[in-house]
Nanobody
Framework: QLQLVESGGGSVQPGGSLRLSCTASGVNFDYHAIAWFRQAPGKGREGVSCIGNSGITNYANSVVGRFTISRDNAKNTAFLHMNSLEAEDTGVYFC?????????????????WGPGTQVTVSS
């Protein structure tokens, strides 16, 4: 079983950058697809990006060209590099892990979730 913890959130001005980290404890991190979701105040949880255990990635249209997902299996950590941040990117960002060898999808069909980290984009 995996336990996930996010870090790297904070406040930034529009156009700025942040790097979120998702560190997992448990076994076989490299077996699991990892995804990032976000939830803005008063809205539902939205899939942002995911990376499969093979390294295949997927992005929501709203972040293509601005966000990059990556993983370092040796460190049991996944990253979300966020550039050109906009006010609409504000929300709580969650990382999630799928059951072993399941595909990377942007639907909230994940088995393990972190507690979330706040990202605020404001001038």
């Amino acid at each position: 079983q995996l336990q996930l913890v996010e870090s790297g959130g904070g406040s930034v001005q529009p156009g700025g950058s942040l790097r979120l980290s998702c560190t997992a404890s448990g076994v076989n991190f490299d077996y699991h697809a990892i995804a990032w979701f976000r939830q803005a105040p008063g809205k539902g949880r939205e899939g942002v990006s995911c990376i499969g255990n093979s390294g295949i990635t997927n992005y929501a249209n709203s972040v293509v060209g601005r966000f990059t997902i990556s993983r370092d299996n040796a460190k049991n950590t996944a990253f979300l590099h966020m550039n050109s941040l906009e006010a609409e990117d504000t929300g709580v960002y969650f990382c999630a892990a799928a059951a072993p060898f399941r595909q990377c999808v942007l639907r909230a069909e994940y088995d393990y979730w972190g507690p979330g980290t706040q990202v605020t984009v404001s001038s």
